[in-house]
């Protein structure tokens, strides 16, 4: 079992920033399931989406609306990852989700419980 535990949500206005924190706990065998721990995102009536993944050796994927603006980034040592993200925009309003113990490109089964990002114009 994976416990995600995320942090660093708010409310931001237009083209401000925000780093959002997500940190990894378990058993030593458990912590080999977040090989890739990715950042998938649900705004109100749309599906969740995956908007940036990482894997343990630092390869990371973006989904195309945020790629130049959001940044994901690891530290294996604090089982942790983070996202930058700057120039923040309205719809990137989103409840935003950790999540780990998957393959490349999909949903694994530990989500975090989910931080509420909102960007007002």
């Known amino acids: 079992q994976v416990h995600l535990v995320e942090s660093g949500g708010g409310l931001v206005q237009s083209g401000g920033s925000l780093r959002l924190s997500c940190t990894a706990s378990?058993?030593?065998?458990?912590?080999?399931?977040?090989?890739?721990m990715g950042w998938y995102r649900q705004a109100p009536g749309k599906q969740r989406e995956l908007i940036a993944s990482?894997?343990?050796?630092?390869?990371?994927t973006y989904a195309d609306s945020v790629k130049g603006r959001f940044a994901i980034s690891r530290n294996n040592d604090k089982n942790t990852i983070y996202l930058q993200m700057n120039s923040l925009k309205p719809e990137d309003t989103a409840v935003y989700y950790c999540?780990?113990?998957?393959?490349?490109?999909?949903?694994?089964?530990?989500w975090g419980q989910g931080t509420q990002v909102t960007v007002s114009s």
């Open positions: 990482i894997a343990l050796n630092g390869d990371t």
């Open positions: 378990g058993s030593p065998y458990s912590i080999f399931a977040t090989v890739i």
């Open positions: 999540n780990t113990g998957g393959p490349p490109g999909k949903p694994g089964n530990y």
